[in-house]
């Protein structure tokens, strides 16, 4: 059973930065999707950023692009996200997604991922 845990969140003002990180265990594939998303209230679940655990690509939401970086430690199998320049429209609850490629649903799709984290709030103040 593949198993994900984030840490990293936090509170920050505008302009601040904060590293996310999410700890996978449990998946024996050789090839992964992995993602981030985040959910604000009252709005639905984005996503925010993915990368291809064993292969080459990754890709963000226009929103955060030039802003945030997603990369992987496959020693460590974990995945960071990190956000610089935070804006107060950044505040939500962030989580980690691990997808097993064989669907064709686009990577912002939360119907692509198999399993998800329990998430970790960040906020930004202004």
């Known amino acids: 059973q593949v198993q994900l845990v984030e840490s990293g969140g936090g509170s920050v003002q505008a302009g601040g930065s904060l590293r996310l990180s999410c700890a996978a265990s449990?998946?024996?594939?050789?090839?992964?999707?992995m993602a981030w998303f985040r959910q604000a209230p009252g709005k639905e679940r984005e996503g925010v950023a993915a990368?291809?655990?064993?292969?080459?690509?990754?890709n963000y939401a226009d929103s955060v692009k030039g802003r945030f970086t997603i990369s992987q430690d496959n020693g460590k199998k974990t995945v960071y996200l990190q956000m610089n320049s935070l804006k107060p429209e950044d505040t939500a609850m962030y989580y980690c997604?691990?997808?097993?490629?064989?669907?064709?649903?686009?990577?912002?799709?939360?119907?692509?991922?198999?399993?998800w984290g329990q998430g970790t709030q960040v906020t930004v103040s202004s």
């Open positions: 449990g998946y024996t594939y050789s090839r992964f999707l």
């Open positions: 997604a691990a997808a097993s490629l064989g669907n064709s649903y686009p990577w912002y799709r939360q119907a692509k991922y198999n399993y």
């Open positions: 990368i291809y655990i064993g292969g080459v690509g990754t």
